[in-house]
């Protein structure tokens, strides 16, 4: 490959961009209407398959479509559809209320800085081993150019991931102190608490990878779990087959941690509606309240991506490196696609859904006592678990 | 469009900097106590975009993560948590330092400007800039940073790292058993 001049560059990243802003504007309805169907489903609801109102008239029109979209093979995934259009339409169109005592700019400010810093973890978040296309000659600037399936292959990756997520957290905070009310105060500070302290343990645990590894990047990582070898700067390194040990109490940490930083359940405290309404985002209505909703599904594809490139296979059919029993000449379960990594996306994502609807909430003490007395110590034992099979393998 | 975007990139340096210093005199001038630790949020920030102009890719993402992820969070809990109003009816707290914090700050912008002069406008002093090659055998420092850190921290320096942080760890517990004496 050639070099690519200034402008070329610019402007691919600027397309990558775009399309992942666009991946996520899809993926995140995608997976709000999966979560109403699963949740349906394991609890044996019937919701979300009607909405308000009667038989007459629109509403009712609507409820008996329904219906009828059940009885079909294909469209009955799609029952409830309908709703789900609804739902959109009102979070677009819902009276924008600004409370009057509130702090205006760092009101307004608050959603954006939740969005802002989960879009740019994911512009680090290596999706595809290979470019995912390349420009035919005739596209204008960036004709004959790969299109990468990362936008920014960092070398200090995961550190780049863990730091801004970090900032994230002031979204949370801001919000609920912006709104001047005791409710939204009280889940924004809370939230803080959880996030600050579940970050602790969920560090921990990615530096498993890292110090079997020794390295911080995605696309190095990927290969790492695949069990080739890699060529890191500190040295060449190949996965041990006693790897699998701390790798695997590692993604389960990561993953409950993963559960708490994004305030999903079992760990969903800040939006407790029984004891504090809405949490942090009482008073947010319309787009500003719809843009605190894209963070949280933002930040659970992002749980997803990590845990997929850092834990599973990451761009490969098994995980935990058994990939390396498969030889790499087989055809597709053999080699790494872009198709595995959404795969284990899906999967975690799916068993966010799935937790969802099985586990009651924890309450604030057992949520502080399960993070720092259970949590931190035992990633720390992972950590020095990592490090002894490093050393003598 | 080449040029332009050759010259943004050679002066990202220069336009981080002036956030930061721009974030900075935001902080000290805004009325409430809570833009204020937004804007030294921005100006963290900022240091870690000229961090990372400077190749120094490592340092950069670690001031994100101590000083904008940790560090302010703790300040704004302070802030939120601590009520300024009463100083805010009283006047302001700032007002009766401001004439000796632009006097102070001169003084050390002649200080500084004085003492590095040498440094900044020397064209042979670039060297001393650049991190120890012995750090960094066998690793190019420019693309692997974190490497080169951990082996300046871990084997050329430990002990004084780990004297430092037994420093920090002293500075904690002496704050919680202050802080203790006080509800006691």
Same mark, same amino acid.
């Given at each position: 490959m050639t070099a690519m001049t200034l402008t070329q560059s610019f402007v691919t990243a600027l397309l990558q961009i775009v399309v992942l802003a666009l991946f996520v504007f899809v993926a995140v309805p995608v997976i709000v209407f999966a979560e109403r169907k699963v949740i349906g489903y394991v609890q044996l609801r019937?919701?979300?398959t009607r909405i308000a109102? $009667?038989? *007459?008239g629109v509403t009712g029109g609507l409820n008996r479509l329904m219906w009828w979209m059940g009885k079909l093979p294909f469209f009955s995934i799609l029952r409830g559809f309908p709703s789900f259009i609804a739902d959109g339409i009102k979070l677009f169109t819902k009276e924008d209320i600004v409370p009057e005592k509130a702090d205006w700019w760092v009101f307004h400010f608050a959603p954006a800085i939740s969005v802002v810093a989960a879009f740019t973890v994911l512009?680090?978040? &290596?999706? &595809?081993?290979? @470019?995912l296309w390349t420009w035919p000659?005739?596209?204008?600037?960036? $004709? $004959?150019?790969p299109f990468a399936g990362v936008i920014s292959d960092v070398n200090v990756g995961l550190l780049m991931l863990v730091g801004v997520a970090s900032v994230g957290v002031y979204g949370i905070v801001l919000g609920g102190w912006a709104s001047n009310s005791k409710y939204p105060l009280l889940g924004g500070l809370r939230s803080a608490a959880q996030i600050v302290s579940y970050e602790v343990p969920l560090t921990f645990s990615l530096l498993v990878p890292v110090v079997l590894s $020794?390295?911080?990047n995605f696309t190095q990582m990927s290969q790492y779990l695949s069990g080739a070898p890699i060529q890191t700067s500190a040295g060449p390194a190949q996965m041990p087959a006693l790897a699998i040990l701390p790798l695997f109490i590692g993604f389960f940490i990561y993953l409950t941690c993963g559960f708490a930083e994004t305030n999903r359940?079992?760990?969903d405290l800040p939006e407790a509606e029984t004891e504090?309404?809405?949490?942090? *985002?009482?008073?947010y209505t319309g787009m500003k309240f719809g843009l605190f909703y894209l963070a949280e599904y933002a930040n659970m594809i992002i749980v997803a991506a990590v845990a997929a490139a850092f834990f599973l296979g990451g761009h490969h059919f098994l995980p935990f490196g058994l990939?390396?029993?498969? @030889? @790499?000449?087989?055809?597709v379960v053999g080699g790494a696609s872009f198709g595995w990594f959404l795969l284990w996306m899906a999967l975690i994502l799916f068993s966010y859904l799935w937790v969802r609807a099985t586990l009651p909430r924890y309450r604030y003490d057992q949520l502080m006592h399960v993070g720092w007395k259970w949590l931190i110590p035992l990633s720390l034992a992972n950590l020095c678990l990592a490090a002894l099979v490093r050393y003598f393998a | 469009m080449e040029n332009a975007l050759a010259f943004i990139g050679r002066n990202f340096f220069l336009i981080f900097g002036l956030m930061a210093v721009g974030a900075a005199v935001a902080m000290v001038f805004s009325k409430s106590a809570v833009h204020s630790v937004l804007s030294f949020l921005f100006a963290m920030l900022s240091i870690a975009g000229c961090y990372l102009s400077l190749q120094a890719e490592f340092v950069g993402v670690a001031q994100i993560l101590v000083y904008a992820g940790g560090i302010v969070v703790l300040f704004l809990f302070v802030v939120m948590l601590v009520e300024l109003t009463r100083f805010k009816e009283a006047g302001g707290i700032f007002h009766v330092q401001t004439p000796w914090a632009v006097v102070a700050v001169l003084g050390a912008c002649a200080v500084f400007i004085y003492v590095f002069r040498g440094l900044i406008f020397? %064209?042979?002093?670039?060297?001393? #800039?650049? #991190?120890? %090659?012995e750090l960094a055998q066998g690793l190019d420092v420019a693309s692997q940073n974190a490497q080169a850190v951990s082996r300046g921290l871990f084997a050329e320096y430990l002990l004084p790292f780990e004297i430092l942080s037994v420093i920090l760890l002293v500075a904690l517990v002496a704050a919680v058993a202050i802080a203790k004496q006080e509800r006691a």
């Amino acid at each position: 490959m050639t070099a690519m001049t200034l402008t070329q560059s610019f402007v691919t990243a600027l397309l990558q961009i775009v399309v992942l802003a666009l991946f996520v504007f899809v993926a995140v309805p995608v997976i709000v209407f999966a979560e109403r169907k699963v949740i349906g489903y394991v609890q044996l609801r019937l919701g979300y398959t009607r909405i308000a109102g $009667g038989l *007459h008239g629109v509403t009712g029109g609507l409820n008996r479509l329904m219906w009828w979209m059940g009885k079909l093979p294909f469209f009955s995934i799609l029952r409830g559809f309908p709703s789900f259009i609804a739902d959109g339409i009102k979070l677009f169109t819902k009276e924008d209320i600004v409370p009057e005592k509130a702090d205006w700019w760092v009101f307004h400010f608050a959603p954006a800085i939740s969005v802002v810093a989960a879009f740019t973890v994911l512009g680090i978040v &290596s999706f &595809s081993p290979a @470019p995912l296309w390349t420009w035919p000659a005739a596209v204008p600037i960036v $004709g $004959g150019l790969p299109f990468a399936g990362v936008i920014s292959d960092v070398n200090v990756g995961l550190l780049m991931l863990v730091g801004v997520a970090s900032v994230g957290v002031y979204g949370i905070v801001l919000g609920g102190w912006a709104s001047n009310s005791k409710y939204p105060l009280l889940g924004g500070l809370r939230s803080a608490a959880q996030i600050v302290s579940y970050e602790v343990p969920l560090t921990f645990s990615l530096l498993v990878p890292v110090v079997l590894s $020794g390295t911080l990047n995605f696309t190095q990582m990927s290969q790492y779990l695949s069990g080739a070898p890699i060529q890191t700067s500190a040295g060449p390194a190949q996965m041990p087959a006693l790897a699998i040990l701390p790798l695997f109490i590692g993604f389960f940490i990561y993953l409950t941690c993963g559960f708490a930083e994004t305030n999903r359940v079992p760990f969903d405290l800040p939006e407790a509606e029984t004891e504090l309404v809405a949490g942090f *985002h009482t008073e947010y209505t319309g787009m500003k309240f719809g843009l605190f909703y894209l963070a949280e599904y933002a930040n659970m594809i992002i749980v997803a991506a990590v845990a997929a490139a850092f834990f599973l296979g990451g761009h490969h059919f098994l995980p935990f490196g058994l990939q390396r029993f498969i @030889p @790499p000449s087989v055809p597709v379960v053999g080699g790494a696609s872009f198709g595995w990594f959404l795969l284990w996306m899906a999967l975690i994502l799916f068993s966010y859904l799935w937790v969802r609807a099985t586990l009651p909430r924890y309450r604030y003490d057992q949520l502080m006592h399960v993070g720092w007395k259970w949590l931190i110590p035992l990633s720390l034992a992972n950590l020095c678990l990592a490090a002894l099979v490093r050393y003598f393998a | 469009m080449e040029n332009a975007l050759a010259f943004i990139g050679r002066n990202f340096f220069l336009i981080f900097g002036l956030m930061a210093v721009g974030a900075a005199v935001a902080m000290v001038f805004s009325k409430s106590a809570v833009h204020s630790v937004l804007s030294f949020l921005f100006a963290m920030l900022s240091i870690a975009g000229c961090y990372l102009s400077l190749q120094a890719e490592f340092v950069g993402v670690a001031q994100i993560l101590v000083y904008a992820g940790g560090i302010v969070v703790l300040f704004l809990f302070v802030v939120m948590l601590v009520e300024l109003t009463r100083f805010k009816e009283a006047g302001g707290i700032f007002h009766v330092q401001t004439p000796w914090a632009v006097v102070a700050v001169l003084g050390a912008c002649a200080v500084f400007i004085y003492v590095f002069r040498g440094l900044i406008f020397d %064209p042979a002093s670039k060297d001393a #800039l650049v #991190l120890k %090659p012995e750090l960094a055998q066998g690793l190019d420092v420019a693309s692997q940073n974190a490497q080169a850190v951990s082996r300046g921290l871990f084997a050329e320096y430990l002990l004084p790292f780990e004297i430092l942080s037994v420093i920090l760890l002293v500075a904690l517990v002496a704050a919680v058993a202050i802080a203790k004496q006080e509800r006691a």
